[in-house]
């Protein structure tokens, strides 16, 4: 398999316990980047992303910390820095991968406002505080990832608020690329259409129908799977992708073309 020369760099990836940040976290240290693997809940599972990228000769730790309403991105900073030192003595960071984020299955008229600022206090909040607080550890010529989806483009009434959050984060990328590009770092935004994680296990998994439903939306046929979303962020903080920044890179699979 093709590998970007990550070795010396060190990238933080939010949700990197399950489903795409896992993907991500594995390919990153496959790579060669030392990987600090946050996590909210799920230790054993973020244990077990360490484990597997150790396994592969890589590097890695799990950090703990809640975003969102019950969290902040201190909180996920003073984890980090508590463990760099031991891993890396030059301290800082190079990639930021904000995958963390909730689900939130609604239509506006059963939508309520305590559901709503919790979606945008982890998808939108969180990652805005993470990158405010995350920039003086932030290299020169460093990358800022944002997980967003295929459905702030593609209109979904029943998931009308998380929709709204990833239209939000897209609109973070546009700016912070132009305000980060002085300093050579590079903002994109990767859009997933649906992928099978445990977000959608309830649905699709075990279902036949659903999944062929949920393929038939993909011009490539089929369901994503979180290598297919890791892949492209390996691309996107390695040095070939320099010149790509301030874009929403779809990754649907050509869904709603
Ligand atoms: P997932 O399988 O549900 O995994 C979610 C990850 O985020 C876990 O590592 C979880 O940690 C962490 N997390 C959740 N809430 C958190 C919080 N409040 N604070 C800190 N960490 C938290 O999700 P996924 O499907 O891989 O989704 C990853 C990203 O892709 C998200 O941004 C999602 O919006 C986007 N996306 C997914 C799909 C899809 O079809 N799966 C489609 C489009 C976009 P714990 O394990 O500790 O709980």
Redesign the pocket.
Known sequence: MRTYGLEGKVALV????????RGIAERLGRDGALVAV?????AE??DEVVGTIHKNGGKAFAIR????AH?DADALWAAFDAQIAEHAPAGGVDVIVN?????LFSELASLTEKAFDEVFA??VRAPFFIVRHGLERLRDGGRIIN?????ARIAMPEIIAYSAT?GALDNFTLNLAKELGPRGITVNSVA????D????ADWLRGNAEAEAQASSLAALGRV?R?EDIADIVAFLASDDARWVTGRVIDATGGSGL
């Open positions: 939010t949700g990197g316990s399950r489903g795409i940040g946050a996590y909210a809940r799920d599972a973020a910390a809640e975003l969102g969290g995958n963390a984020a909730s689900g982890v998808n997980i967003s989806s295929g459905a990833k997933p259409g649906i992928v994680t445990d977000i959608n994503g979180p």
